[in-house]
């Protein structure tokens, strides 16, 4: 593989909270189209390297490279710009605002303003371009609703598109069908595999929902006590002894 395609690389990040080292040397490589499953019982520290690799949490130790480029000194939002987008796991929308209004907000950031740019031309395109990002995730139907009024896996839909908005080129899902209805679900992978697809993205994907995890992940990487603890192809890690024993009273699917 040459280096070229490698997206975005986590070489030995330690994040501690006083005395406690929740991540400890992980390192991770995220080639172009790739998507990455991070897995791993609650708490083994998934959602802190999420952090670690937005730029949300402080890393004690260890570099974040994006594109072969050393972003660990830049703050989320600079790394937000530079394409590293990311979902939480749980949803961060404006309710009051509209469906359309809330996507319209993240094209505008990406976007940058200032006063000229309420000029209709500018905000016809941007408008045009929320639009489209509303039918990419087929909440067309939902345009002028208050976004606090979508179902939960409409939110976390529209999170999406606000984080395509953005122009990501890695993006990192924290547990995109958490608190969804069973009905939901199927919505949001046809979402993600569709995403996918495109081969424009590097993923990193958080899920607990092992059928999930199996039908999206080019590759698993298993994260135990802040630890790598295994990686590879899904079949792989499936039957791996480790794996197994490290989610024995540890893997539980609440938020499913
Ligand atoms: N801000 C913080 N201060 C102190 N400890 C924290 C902080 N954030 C996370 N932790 C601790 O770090 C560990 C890893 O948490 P993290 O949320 O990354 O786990 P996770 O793998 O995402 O778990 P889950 O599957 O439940 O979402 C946990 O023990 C948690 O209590
Ligand atoms: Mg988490």
């Not at 402080?58 to 994006?66: D, S």
């Not at 909440?139 to 009024?149: C, I, N, V, Y």
């Not at 990487?221 to 790598?228: A, E, K, R, T």
């Given at each position: 593989m040459s280096s070229e395609s490698v997206a975005l690389q986590a070489e030995n990040i330690s994040v501690s909270y006083g005395p406690v080292h929740v991540l400890k040397h992980v390192s991770l490589r995220l080639m172009v189209g790739e998507c990455v499953s991070l897995i791993g019982p609650n708490g083994a520290g998934k959602t802190t390297l999420m952090g670690a690799l937005s730029g949300g949490v402080?890393?004690?130790?260890?570099?974040?490279?994006?594109n072969g480029q050393d972003v660990t000194a830049w703050r989320a939002e600079k790394r937000a710009r530079a394409g590293i987008g990311r979902s939480f796991q749980t949803t961060h929308l404006?309710?009051?605002l509209t469906t359309l209004e809330n996507v319209y907000l993240a094209v505008q950031a990406r976007e940058g303003t200032n006063a000229w740019d309420y000029l209709r031309r500018v905000r016809k395109r941007l408008l045009d371009e929320a639009e489209s990002r509303l039918e990419q995730v087929?909440?067309?139907?939902?345009?002028?609703?208050?976004?606090?009024?979508?179902?939960?896996g409409d939110k976390r839909k529209l999170e999406v598109a606000m984080l395509l908005a953005l122009k990501p080129n890695v993006l990192l899902l924290d547990e995109p069908t958490a608190g969804m209805a069973v009905s939901e679900v199927p919505g949001m992978l046809q979402l993600i595999d569709a995403l996918k697809a495109q081969r424009a993205y590097a993923m990193v994907l958080v899920e607990h929902k092992m059928d999930v995890v199996m039908q999206l992940s080019d590759r698993i990487?298993?994260?135990?006590?802040?630890?790598?603890l295994a990686e590879g192809e899904p079949d792989e890690m499936m039957h791996n002894a480790d794996v197994a024993q490290a989610y024995l009273g540890g893997r539980h699917e609440t938020r499913a």
């Open positions: 402080p890393v004690t130790g260890g570099r974040v490279l994006l404006f309710p009051t087929q909440l067309t139907a939902h345009r002028d609703k208050p976004s606090g009024t979508l179902s939960h990487v298993v994260l135990h006590q802040g630890q790598v």
